[in-house]
């Protein structure tokens, strides 16, 4: 048995050692007849391959490179990319991977070498050389489903979103409607807007939520007021909800309009204002405003909006207000107000005093035009609980950026004469626990605004020029830049604007609120 084995055995063997023979003296016969040409005829990016392109990315290939030769788009390394092309080769590799034209997603880096191998094994390398017109932030891509412009606030328009981020936080072609959002800022060319996702996204892993903001920041030639005072109350724990923002580039119906805020719709949701909703009780769950323009805004006295002070206080949340609940929330708040005019220490059954103290703190420092109850300023309330101060919101007309109410001067208090605020300086215990408050945020939180502002400055400054090729709008006039920014033409210049403001402002609080006995 062994011995049949044996024979069997060497009869395999020998059959593959003849089998590669035969193999090998043809592969070195057909050698003479493989072609050496190697060369890239054409590189191209096909949105029709690519979901969050609306248009090809063209390339020019030289004896040695692929260059680019498209500019308004922002940089191809964030997403595996389908590329089409045509070579005289074998084959064609990416960074050392076989690409398959039209076919095969590959990821692209300021370092991919193209790699042409012709049929005899003959290599020709081709660098990759693109413009990188990112800027450093994120890009979104919204077109119009019929192409036309969005100019209405009431009207929403069909359109798809594409938000390029960093890894993980990019996604393509997202049904959404979209409209002009806000008041002052919505008469100029550079519109803010309001996006509605027909599926909740989570935008750059600010959360998943149908419902966004985007804040043109036409008004602040920092671009960062908003970003930096948001950072800094991120920190403040008795503010238990503050609005997730994020700079980004935006590209409509395929024209750059620059750098956005973009942002949390402040609505009761999960992450967001979380109190009871949809409930018929009286006491419910309660988001409130302070809107001015309510009337703009679709809100009618008497019926979701109430007097408080001298303040227009709007209910955002019940959505819609039966009179019994209307009649509650109203009296709840004009009852706080009453005591504490009157002094009545029942007021802490009320108010929840660590909301009022740091958003107090967020809005005096940093003098914001609209926190004087006037508008933008929310409360809400639990069911069966108290009423807290906040979310924070819209802090474009703030650290001296407004040229009337004395809003350029750096010295003198502001939101202490609003509605509740006058009077809760009354409290010996308010001023202390301020007091304690400030003296604790001098030494951590108010120190790193300015870190935030020096890495804002490094780090969005091509977007900033680029914002600003799209805007001109240095040296002009535009309401209510105070004459001195107007005059400014340089970011350093607005950032120094707004280094020394807020210095100075801080060395004033810190003096007077240390004062209070």
Request: proline share 2%.
């Amino acid at each position: 048995m062994k011995k049949i084995f044996s024979l069997i055995l060497l009869l395999i063997i020998t059959l593959q050692v003849a089998s590669c023979k035969v193999n090998d003296t043809s592969s070195f016969e057909s050698l003479d007849n493989l072609s050496s040409e190697c060369e890239l005829e054409s590189f191209l990016i096909e949105s029709a391959n690519n979901v969050w392109l609306f248009r090809d990315l063209k390339f020019r290939v030289t004896d040695s490179k692929v260059i680019s030769v498209f500019d308004s788009y922002p940089c191809i390394f964030t997403e595996p990319l389908v590329l089409t092309f045509e070579h005289t080769g074998s084959l064609l590799l990416v960074d050392g991977k076989v690409v398959i034209s039209g076919s095969t997603p590959v990821l692209l880096s300021e370092t991919t070498i193209i790699t042409v191998v012709a049929q005899d094994g003959t290599k020709k390398n081709y660098s990759l050389n693109t413009y990188d017109s990112s800027n450093g932030l994120p890009a979104f891509f919204i077109n119009t489903v019929d192409g036309d412009a969005v100019t209405s606030r009431f009207d929403y328009k069909d359109a798809t979103i594409s938000v390029i981020g960093s890894k993980g936080k990019s996604f393509y072609s997202a049904a959404a409607q979209i409209r002009v959002r806000g008041n002052s800022t919505a008469g100029y060319d550079k519109k803010p807007y309001r996006i509605k996702f027909e599926l909740a996204q989570d935008v750059l892993g600010m959360g998943k939520y149908k419902s966004w903001v985007m804040l043109a920041l036409f008004f602040d030639r920092t671009l960062i007021r908003t970003e930096i005072v948001t950072r800094f109350a991120n920190k403040l724990d008795g503010l238990d909800y503050v609005p997730d923002m994020q700079l980004a580039e935006v590209y409509l119906n395929n024209e750059y309009v620059g750098v956005y805020d973009i942002g949390h719709q402040i609505d009761v949701d999960d992450g967001k204002v979380e109190i009871e909703q949809g409930s018929s009780a009286v006491d419910t769950g309660y988001l409130l405003e302070t809107d001015a323009r309510y009337t703009e805004e679709g809100y009618e006295l008497g019926v979701d909006c109430f007097m408080l002070g001298s303040s227009y206080m709007c209910i955002c949340s019940p959505e819609t207000v039966t009179k019994e609940q209307y009649k509650y929330i109203s009296e709840y708040l004009n009852r706080v107000n009453r005591l504490l005019i009157a002094k009545s220490e029942y007021v802490w059954n009320y108010i929840d005093m660590d909301s009022f103290i740091d958003w107090y703190i967020v809005n005096e420092l940093t003098r914001n035009v609209d926190s004087a109850m006037f508008l933008s300023c929310r409360m809400y309330k639990e069911a069966g609980g108290l009423l807290y101060m906040g979310p924070i919101w819209d802090f474009d007309l703030s650290c001296g950026n407004a040229d009337y109410g004395d809003m350029e001067n750096p010295e003198g208090w502001y939101v202490r004469h609003a509605v509740l605020f006058t009077s809760l300086f009354k409290y010996t215990e308010f001023r202390q626990a301020l007091k304690d408050r400030w003296n604790e945020l001098i030494d951590t939180a108010i120190p790193e605004i300015f870190e935030d502002i020096d890495y804002y400055e490094a780090s969005i400054k091509k977007a900033y020029n680029a914002n600003f090729k799209k805007w001109s709008i240095f040296g002009t006039y535009i309401w209510p830049t105070p004459a001195v920014i107007v005059t400014y033409t340089t970011q350093k210049q607005h950032y120094d604007y707004l280094r020394n403001y807020l210095t100075l402002r801080i060395e004033w609080l810190d003096k007077e609120i240390n004062a209070l006995t």
